[in-house]
């Protein structure tokens, strides 16, 4: 594996209980996550029993198969930049992977915001995924009664489900996971107990397909599945209130043909400023105007947007703007009217711009 940045960074999120430790524990006996840094939050709350060989100093745990493991000292971003500083030191051979696991009551966003944001990290670092993972036998009263737990459901890219040999009632357990699969529709869903939920299956979400060494934008979206779907949901008998997941929403925005960039930016601008916290997760591709050749590649959780990358060129053939977005308590109307207004226009002058932000329907019927 290479040790050449950005190296990818996996987050491994899941309600108290989920089995975030036992899965850990699993995934790093598979030599694929060689070269890897775990970073958690307290040794004594993750057992990794298996592997341990020597402690190092500064909160460093060698393991067996060349992993690491290693606490979150004061910040995030201070484990993270050490990590850095000990590969370019020499004091780490080769690091190809980091997995964070969050603790179990953890809004996920924080996390991803310290590798996209930070000014040092962002080029050291990439954000792969998100792995959530839940509790067949108590995951649906866990996502009723904190939306934490619904939060970090909606912002993954693979949802593992745990425990399922473990429920009383098959029932309840397909109703869970439809419920899950009306929270994130983009999201693969995934059983713990599958042999074939393995590294491959997990990691590895983001734009480039490691099968086919190429960018996937349909896969990477999961647009198929996230274009329009609503919160609401039928259980049939076990139908129940449940009351965060109509807050909730997941939708696409398509818009054909090429966009300025300063239009685009006015709509992030606007829509960050507006509604930012209500943003879990933005994905995206765009047909710029100044170079359509080249699509741009944007990604942003909450206010916070990654440095958009650029492609060589369209890897699937189909050109034009698709966004996915993730939002809980944002008004769709808003956002679909605002897209609309920038994207309806060659260009955008300085008095429009002032009138979205007085009032950003105002140039949607022009």
């Known amino acids: 594996m290479s040790s050449g940045f950005p190296i990818a960074v996996s987050v491994l999120t899941g309600f108290l209980g989920a089995g975030k430790t036992t899965l850990l524990n699993r995934l790093l006996r598979d030599p694929a996550l060689a070269d890897t840094a775990v970073i958690i939050n307290e040794f004594g709350e993750v057992a990794i029993d298996h592997l341990l060989v020597e402690q190092a100093s500064d909160g460093i745990i060698q393991l067996s198969d060349g992993c690491l493991c290693c606490t979150v000292r004061g910040e995030l971003?201070?484990?993270?930049?050490?990590?850095?500083?000990?590969?370019?030191?020499?004091?780490i051979a080769r690091l190809a992977r980091v997995v964070i696991e969050t603790t179990g009551l953890a809004d996920p966003a924080p996390v991803l915001q310290s590798i996209m944001a930070h000014p040092a990290l962002v080029h050291a670092f990439r954000l792969d995924g998100v792995i959530t993972l839940v509790d067949?036998?108590?995951?649906?009263?866990?996502?009723?009664?904190?939306?934490?737990?619904?939060?970090?459901?909606?912002?993954?890219d693979r949802i593992v489900l745990t425990k399922a040999d473990l429920a009383t009632?098959?029932?309840?357990?397909?109703?869970?996971?439809?419920?899950l699969r009306q929270i994130n529709p983009g999201a693969e869903l995934l059983d713990a107990g599958d042999r074939r939920t393995d590294v491959a299956a997990l990691f590895d979400c983001g734009l480039y397909n490691p099968a086919t060494k190429s960018a996937d934008v349909r896969r990477w979206l999961g647009e198929e599945a996230a274009h329009d779907h609503h919160g609401d949901h039928d259980h049939g008998d076990h139908d129940h209130d449940h009351r965060h997941d109509s807050r909730v929403r997941s939708y696409s925005l398509v818009h054909e043909g090429p966009v300025p960039f300063s239009a685009i930016e006015m709509f992030f601008d606007l829509l960050r400023s507006?509604?930012?916290?209500?943003?879990?997760?933005?994905?995206?591709?765009?047909?710029?105007?100044?170079?359509p050749s080249r699509p741009l590649v944007v990604h942003g959780v909450q206010k916070i947007l990654h440095p958009p990358a650029r492609l060589p060129s369209w890897p699937d053939g189909q050109r034009g703007t698709?966004?996915?977005?993730?939002?809980?308590?944002?008004?769709?109307?808003?956002v679909r009217r605002l897209f609309a207004a920038v994207t309806s226009r060659p260009s955008i002058d300085t008095p429009d711009r002032a009138a979205l932000e007085n009032n950003p329907l105002a140039i949607a019927g022009r």
């Open 136 to 156: 067949a036998v108590n995951g649906n009263a866990t996502l009723d009664a904190h939306v934490e737990a619904v939060k970090q459901v909606a912002v993954a």
């Open 322 to 334: 698709r966004l996915v977005l993730i939002t809980l308590d944002m008004p769709e109307d808003y």
């Open 274 to 291: 507006a509604h930012g916290e209500r943003l879990l997760r933005m994905k995206g591709v765009i047909e710029l105007l100044e170079d």
């Open 169 to 179: 009632d098959p029932r309840d357990v397909e109703a869970l996971r439809a419920r």
């Open 77 to 91: 971003v201070d484990t993270l930049a050490d990590l850095v500083d000990r590969l370019q030191t020499g004091r």
